[in-house]
C-alpha cells in the first residue's frame, strides 16, 4: 500500500495515525503479517514528525510488541 504525499512536505502524525487505523483494519482481520509493517511505518512518521515520545507512538510500540509475540 502506498500513501501519497505532497511533495517536499513533512511526515505528519495524521498520515501515522492513517497508517496505524490500517494497521488495525488488519490486525482485527488476525493479519498481523500485513498488521506490524504498517504499525511499524507509522511508528517511523511519527519519529520523522518529532513525536518519538508521544503517547501514540507508545501505542504502537505496545501493538507491535504484542503482534511480535503472538507470531
Sequence with gaps: MVI?????????????????RQGDLYDNQKLSKVAVPLYKSALMILEAAGKKDSKASENLKKKISKLDEAG
Design 4 to 20: 501519497a504525499q505532497p511533495p517536499g512536505s513533512k511526515p505528519t502524525a495524521a498520515l501515522a495515525a492513517v497508517m496505524e
